[in-house]
């Protein structure tokens, strides 16, 4: 069966960086396009960032030039490097993929940025 798990979220400064991990299982990863996504507290979750099976990526526009996500097919693993952190960017961050038309969840990593 599909299984996302992410790890490493946690409290950091305003200006630190975090880098997100998910790893993937149950998937023909190398196939798949796969999404970073958000919630923060009291908002709904949001789109962050995608990377294609080809390796293009796309971000939103509250986090361009500040967050890279990549992937590393060989490991079953997408990163989402976080720099210059601000208060805002504090949520829950989810990794996800599409199979079959179904949508596909890990169980999300807390990230804290304090001022």
């Known amino acids: 069966q599909v299984q996302l798990v992410e790890s490493g979220g946690g409290l950091v400064q305003a200006g630190g960086s975090l880098r997100l991990v998910c790893a993937a299982s149950?998937?023909?990863?190398?196939?798949?396009?796969m999404g970073w996504y958000r919630q923060g507290p009291g908002k709904q979750r949001e789109w962050v960032a995608v990377?294609?099976?080809?390796?293009?990526?796309n971000y939103a526009d509250s986090v361009k030039g500040r967050f890279t996500i990549s992937r590393d097919n060989a490991k079953n693993t997408v990163y989402l490097q976080m720099n210059s952190l601000k208060p805002e960017d504090t949520a829950v961050y989810y990794c996800?993929?599409?199979?079959?038309?179904?949508?596909?969840w890990g169980q999300g990593t807390q990230v804290t940025v304090s001022s």
């Open positions: 996800a993929t599409t199979v079959n038309g179904a949508n596909y």
């Open positions: 149950g998937i023909i990863f190398r196939s798949k396009s």
């Open positions: 990377i294609t099976s080809g390796g293009s990526t």
